[in-house]
């Protein structure tokens, strides 16, 4: 039995909680759940949209599972997301994107997965306005030799460990040539040590077009973090959109917080229609993550024998059923 923090979120989140729990047990993951708030729902609650109990859950177990989470625009409190992702270091994003039989979209044999640098790049926050007036503006993009090597080094490792061929470092650094320079030179040097795995760098333009024209070409992608941004809801994009996404946050020793990609869907919250594919994959990548693979596959089974169906469809995917509906075809999708 593994603890895992769960955070369930604002706006839909509750409710595609609920879905998940309960499909997470029907698949005979052997998870105890230590429920924690976070975002506008512990504003309410605790008066702190990251309570120091809910930090503390994650540090003792080292897991989490994560709702969206509501962040104001312009003022209020600072992206809940972005905190925890700093407070834990969480440096990796693994976003995988397979096509999923019946989910309609305009490719049928996607399988790649895009690894993102979370913590470096434009989004490190150094920027300024460079004259009184405010007419001119300067966002600093850091890159560092040791956030480059760890986060190449867990693709190579990823790709390893998950049988994939090929890494796949996108860049700019023909016209970047120090910063995307020494990410692309850490990328050389990682890829000496897995002559198992074949190695390619693309600039990042052509990595757009291509991953348009031929998807079926990649296998692992790992990149900087505004190209990571970019290209991972892209790729989401060839699979049936963000209803379907998930992804996990990697941190050292270890430390994993998984989470759908998408938001909190405010037009749709409390009214038991929201698609919770994209949490139920995230604990399904959570149970890999803990070597639960029986549940994990018995998951992803439900999962995929639901979405064939358009009558056991959400509603964002074309179908008619609720959540709850959706929630009962995925596990008995599983037998
Ligand atoms: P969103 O992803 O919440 O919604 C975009 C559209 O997709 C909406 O029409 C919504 O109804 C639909 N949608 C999203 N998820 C769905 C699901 N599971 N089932 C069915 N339909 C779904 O994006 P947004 O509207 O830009 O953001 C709303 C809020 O969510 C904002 O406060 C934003 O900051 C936050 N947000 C949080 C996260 C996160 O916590 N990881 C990610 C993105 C946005």
Not at 319 to 332: F, L, P
Request: net charge neutral.
């Amino acid at each position: 039995m593994k603890t895992v923090t769960l955070i369930e979120g604002d706006g839909i989140g509750p409710e595609i909680a609920a879905a998940t729990v309960k499909a997470v047990e029907a698949a005979g993951g052997q998870i105890a759940w230590e429920r924690a708030d976070a975002g506008a729902g512990a504003v309410d609650k605790h008066k702190d949209p990251l309570p120091q109990a809910t930090i503390d859950s994650i540090k003792k177990n080292q897991l989490a599972l994560k709702g969206p989470l509501a962040t104001p625009s312009g003022g209020g409190y600072r992206s809940v997301n972005v905190t925890l992702r700093q407070t834990f270091d969480l440096y990796a994003n693994v976003r995988p994107v397979q096509t999923i039989p019946g989910v309609p979209s305009r490719y049928s044999n996607v399988d790649l997965v895009i690894v993102r640098e979370n913590t470096e790049d434009l989004y490190a926050g150094v920027e300024h306005y460079i004259d009184p007036r405010r007419t001119a503006a300067e966002s600093i993009a850091i890159i560092t030799k040791f956030g480059s090597e760890r986060v190449i080094m867990y693709a190579f490792e990823y790709a390893r460990k998950h049988h994939r061929k090929k890494v796949t470092l996108v860049h700019k650094a023909n016209i970047l040539k120090m910063s995307n320079g020494l990410f692309l030179d850490c990328g050389r040097e990682m890829a000496k040590r897995y002559p198992d795995i074949q190695f390619e760098d693309m600039i990042v333009d052509a990595t757009a077009m291509k991953l348009v024209i031929a998807p079926e070409k990649f296998d692992v992608i790992v990149t900087m973090n505004l190209f990571g941004d970019i290209l991972s809801d892209l790729t989401a994009g060839l699979v049936g959109g963000l209803g379907v996404a998930p992804a996990a946050n990697i941190g050292d020793s270890g430390l994993a917080m998984f989470e759908a990609v998408h938001g909190t869907a405010p037009d749709i919250a409390g009214k038991g229609i929201a698609n919770p594919t994209g949490l139920m994959l995230s604990a399904a990548m959570l149970l890999d993550h803990v070597h639960q693979d029986e549940a994990a596959a018995r998951l992803r089974k439900g999962i995929h024998a639901a979405l064939a169906k358009a009558e056991t469809r959400t509603g964002d995917l074309g179908g008619k059923a609720n959540t709850a509906s959706y929630t009962e075809a995925v596990i008995a999708g599983m037998r």
